[in-house]
């Protein structure tokens, strides 16, 4: 059963950090590449951030240089650091394998806001 649990979503002001979790389930976290998306009101869900099983990484260019993509192996967890945060990046973040599956969690809600 594939399990995607994501965590670490809040209100932050503009320039300000978030560091969002996802636990994975273990079969899928060792095959697949893993990906954070995200859905704002009104657009249609978008890849943020990529990384292999090997570790490399690909960001969309709306975030590249502030945001992080990781990984830890041993927990089947993706980590997503997230720095000098605009308003516009008010979403609903999800992860999912890469390409991704029909399963998709919950999310966790990171709204930038004054």
């Known amino acids: 059963q594939v399990q995607l649990v994501e965590s670490g979503g809040g209100l932050v002001q503009p320039g300000g950090s978030l560091r969002l979790s996802c636990a994975a389930s273990?079969?899928?976290?060792?095959?697949?590449?893993m990906g954070w998306y995200r859905q704002a009101p009104g657009k249609q869900r978008e890849l943020v951030a990529r990384?292999?099983?090997?570790?490399?990484?690909n960001y969309a260019d709306s975030v590249k240089g502030r945001f992080t993509i990781s990984r830890d192996n041993a927990k089947n967890t993706v980590y997503l650091q997230m720095n000098s945060l605009k308003t516009e990046d008010t979403a609903v973040y999800y992860c999912?394998?890469?390409?991704?599956?029909?399963?998709w969690g919950q999310g966790t809600q990171v709204t930038v806001s004054s």
């Open positions: 999912n394998t890469h390409p991704s599956g029909t399963y």
């Open positions: 990384i292999t099983t090997g570790g490399s990484t």
């Open positions: 273990r079969r899928i976290f060792s095959i697949y590449a």
